[in-house]
């Protein structure tokens, strides 16, 4: 049975019309077209409400070696 098409979590591209990488994030699978990765790599802050929607509690874990 076929699944429903994907979409970028950010402009919400299907990936019937433009590539969508996969995006794990606390557990959750979601999708960003390569568009928009930019953004969540330089400003997360401009995406965040979508990120909590895709599943991220809006911490950002340490690395157990991290020293604060």
């Known amino acids: 049975m076929p699944t429903a098409p994907v979409a970028c979590l950010n402009c919400g591209r299907s990936e019937n019309d433009f590539p969508v990488l996969v995006l ?37 874990p340490r690395p157990a070696d991290h020293k604060a």
């Open 24 to 60: 794990r994030l606390a557990g959750h699978e979601t999708h960003i077209c390569p568009q928009c990765l930019p953004a969540l790599i330089h400003h997360p802050d401009r995406i965040t409400e979508k990120l909590i929607e895709a599943g991220w509690n809006g911490t950002v």
